[in-house]
């Protein structure tokens, strides 16, 4: 437990000291007394609150109390209007929770649980080889999620087996009857076995082991994996100083016997989450381990995500051809459209194209941007732009992606894309699907789900269209020109579709450097749970590292709603801006709101704000009441932030989701996610003409099933002219694809078949 002025720490004594403050409003950093109770779950969480009330946490972060609304999901989705402001109050209080700083690792946590190592050893079962097929596990692989371990943990095994999914094949399910299976425990310490070894075979997820990282590196193991660092070629790669390894945990540094593993052909990865830090079980005489090429030193230990190469080398062991979550992406590289579709409703030629700038901007495309670890950006690349420069009001352009199956029993898809918009206020940008009831509809049903309008963007900004289709169906980007005069248009880029539930919402800071330097708290607009909930985020940049808060707001449901709210997970994401989502490394931390979370005055800091928050003024000037500012002091420090692509285009984003983890109690999953109503500011009142490139169907039907006729509809008259279309097999290419090919952006062979036949009848 500590304070922090500068680099003085409190040595575990209250300290207080003034800071420059916010809008000229001073902040007193405060130190936990010894009658504060400690959350031992929520390890890295800070509470910035009011000097009426300071905070006391004790064990949980995870009971949430009776549940009786709904599941939570963000229907307002904003990034636009950030406010930076301060409370409305003369100074305001942070409190520290213990281990502030960045998540403890592996070795850490097992250190101190007198634990030598985080790979159990079966009785009377020789190590487990993950060259041995008796040790692979089928995919779904059977788990249970045990009674002991924390509700904060559940929520994140949940959002790592999402990961699994979106980049293999390996998916999981709860256990029926399997005699093999994983039970997912809270022990002492954060460990498993490596393979499928025996039936219940136990996986520690146990106190400070609730982070992502954590739970990837002790499912690796559990699939089959040893530790990066105990490759039979690792000598070739890293030196083990044996002498500074502290006694009794040597055997954490052995080799595996190249008879009894494989790399797949792969490299060594030092960027591996299997692979140990540098100052891994040292007896503080200097690192154990140190990387025959200086420059790896600092990214070995990596605590973000599987990193590419794990993911790659995972592929191979199980032999993946395909992801069990992923279906689409597209950077538009190498020229091309990934099997896209164009066509417009236009006087003139005018449409989506593919260009490598557009009048009015962007001057470039988003997957080339420069970033803050390569500041120069890579070669130029495409992305397709729809102008609305010239034309009449109401005029379309539609850009269609090929027909792709749902494959999941929830019915819920996410659509990530980046997009420039650099048109008129009044031009809109619609995002419908299309769904095909059977092989032999040809026109489909299509449904809005999502509209962009409003002022112009001076950067790419991402955006997150949910989607619940049941059907096959393809996706459609619909540029309309409005009434104002526009000299530019929309253009989008990096698109990613996933069977994933997408994040609640985002916030994106532009102008990066700049606002590093404000070291002012900026505010995401108010966000609405599915039920109603009202919260907001907040950033606060500190030069060396920023600080990440979520915030009760007040909100127009308050007086429906059960109070407290609790158990709900937040999870806050500094996003990898890498272009294909298979690829990502994102940062990110979660914890869960309790009955146990009480200030000195009894009241939870999750209950209602107006009862127990303060006046602030909000994002629409409006007066609004506010509980604590809770989460993280310190989420990333710079080293991070400056790696990879978390900054790029000198834009920093953040998402985040507000899950309720209620079902969790009793259940080892939670219930298929449940989409909001969509909000249309402009709802397109014309008549839907189809897709731009129409399906062939087969030239007679089945017989009916009943006696009654079958139903005929009377043609289209209505066709989209003209209508330009494109189905371009890319380059394949090693280093877009977790598989060493990039499947996702190569056209289906029968789509191609027909397509060719298409354009060869007169």
Not at 173 to 189: D, M, Q, S, T
Not at 199 to 206: A, D, M, R, T, V
Not at 493 to 499: A, F, M, R, V
Not at 660 to 673: F, G, Q, R, T, V
Request: with cysteine.
């Amino acid at each position: 437990m500590r304070s922090h002025r500068g680099r003085q720490h409190c040595q575990g004594r209250p300290c207080t000291f003034q800071s420059e403050g916010i809008h000229g409003v001073p902040l007193r950093f405060q130190g936990l007394s010894k009658m504060a109770k400690l959350s031992p779950s929520m390890s890295d969480v800070v509470v910035l609150l009011l000097p009426r009330a300071s905070v006391q946490l004790r064990a949980g972060w995870q009971k949430c109390g009776p549940r009786n609304t709904a599941r939570m999901k963000v229907f307002i989705f904003l990034v636009l209007g950030l406010a930076v402001s301060s409370a409305d109050t003369d100074e305001l209080e942070i409190i520290d929770v213990d281990e502030v700083g960045q998540p403890k690792d592996i070795t850490e946590i097992n250190r101190a649980s007198n634990l030598s190592d985080d790979i159990l050893e079966a009785p009377n079962i020789q190590r487990s080889s993950i060259n041995d097929d008796d040790y692979i596990w089928e995919s779904p692989v059977p788990y249970v999620l045990e009674n002991d371990l924390e509700i904060n943990a559940k929520g994140v095994i949940l959002r790592a087996f999402d990961e699994y999914r979106l980049k293999s094949c390996i998916d999981f399910r709860p256990r029926n009857e399997e005699y093999y299976y994983i039970a997912v425990r809270k022990l002492n310490g954060c460990f498993s076995y490596v393979g499928r070894i025996f039936s219940g075979q136990p996986l520690s997820i146990g106190r400070f082991c609730d982070s992502m990282a954590i739970v990837q590196h002790e499912f690796l193991h559990a699939l089959g994996f040893f530790h990066e660092q105990s490759r039979y070629d690792r000598d070739d790669h890293v030196k083990i100083l044996f002498e500074n390894i502290e006694k009794g945990f040597e055997n954490n540094f052995e080799k595996v016997n190249k008879t009894d593993s494989t790399v797949s052909g792969l490299p060594y990865d030092y960027n591996s989450v299997m692979h140990y830090g540098s100052e891994a079980f040292s007896n503080g005489n200097g690192s154990t381990i140190v990387t025959k090429d200086p420059k790896f030193q600092d990214v070995i230990g990596q605590r973000q995500q599987l990193s590419p190469i794990d993911v790659k080398e995972l592929n191979r062991r199980y032999k993946c051809k395909s992801t069990t979550a992923f279906h689409m992406f597209c950077s538009f590289s190498n020229e091309s459209m990934c099997g896209m579709n164009t066509c417009s409703h236009s006087d003139n030629d005018s449409g989506w194209e593919m260009v490598k700038q557009a009048q009015g901007g962007p001057e470039t495309d988003h997957s080339t941007l420069p970033t803050a670890s390569s500041k120069n950006g890579t070669e130029e690349g495409y992305f397709m732009h729809a102008s609305t420069a010239s034309g009449e009001e109401g005029e379309t352009s539609r850009l269609e992606t090929k027909m792709m199956e749902p494959t999941r029993e929830c019915h819920v898809q996410c659509l990530q894309f980046y997009y420039y918009h650099s048109g008129d206020e009044s031009d809109i940008l619609n995002i419908w699907i299309r769904e095909f009831d059977d092989q032999f509809d040809s026109e489909g049903t299509r449904r809005l789900m999502g509209q962009i309008t409003g002022p112009q963007t001076s950067h790419w900004r991402i955006h997150h269209v949910s989607l619940n289709a049941t059907k096959n169906f393809q996706v459609e980007f619909e540029a309309r020109t409005g009434a104002g005069n526009s000299s530019g248009g929309f253009s989008i880029d990096d698109i990613n579709l996933s069977e994933i539930e997408c994040p609640h919402g985002s916030l994106q800071i532009d102008n990066y450097m700049e606002s590093n330097n404000n070291k002012s708290i900026i505010y995401s607009p108010r966000q609405y749970t599915i039920d109603g909930y009202a919260y907001r985020i907040a950033i606060q940049f500190k030069g060396a590292y920023f600080s990440l808060r979520m915030q009760m707001l007040s909100g127009e449901n308050d007086e429906k709603l059960q109070w407290p709210c609790l158990q709900r997970q937040m999870t806050l994401r500094m996003l990898d801006q890498t272009t294909n989502l298979q690829l990502h490394m994102s940062a990110e931390r979660s914890f869960t709101t309790s009955p146990y979370d009480v200030n000195n005055l009894g009241l939870n800091l999750w209950d209602n704000p107006r009862r127990n928050g303060t006046e602030v003024v909000d994002e629409n000037n409006q007066t609004a009441f506010a509980g604590p500012l809770s989460g993280y002091r310190t989420f990333a420090f710079d080293d991070l932030i400056q790696s990879r692509n978390y900054v790029k285009g000198d834009s920093l984003i953040i998402t985040f989701s507000f899950q309720d983890l209620n079902p969790l109690i009793k259940e080892s999953a939670l219930p298929c996610p449940e989409l909001a109503p969509v909000m249309i500011a402009h709802p397109p009142l014309d008549l839907d003409s189809g897709p731009c490139v129409r399906r062939i169907t087969p030239v007679t039907r089945p017989p009916p099933s009943t006696t009654k006729p079958p139903r005929t509809m009377p043609p289209k008259t209505t066709h989209p002219t003209p209508t330009h279309s494109t189905t371009m097999p890319p380059k394949t290419t090693d280093d877009k694809s977790i598989f060493g090919f990039s499947p996702a952006m190569v056209a289906s062979p029968v789509l191609t078949l027909l397509l060719a036949l298409m354009l060869s009848m007169p």
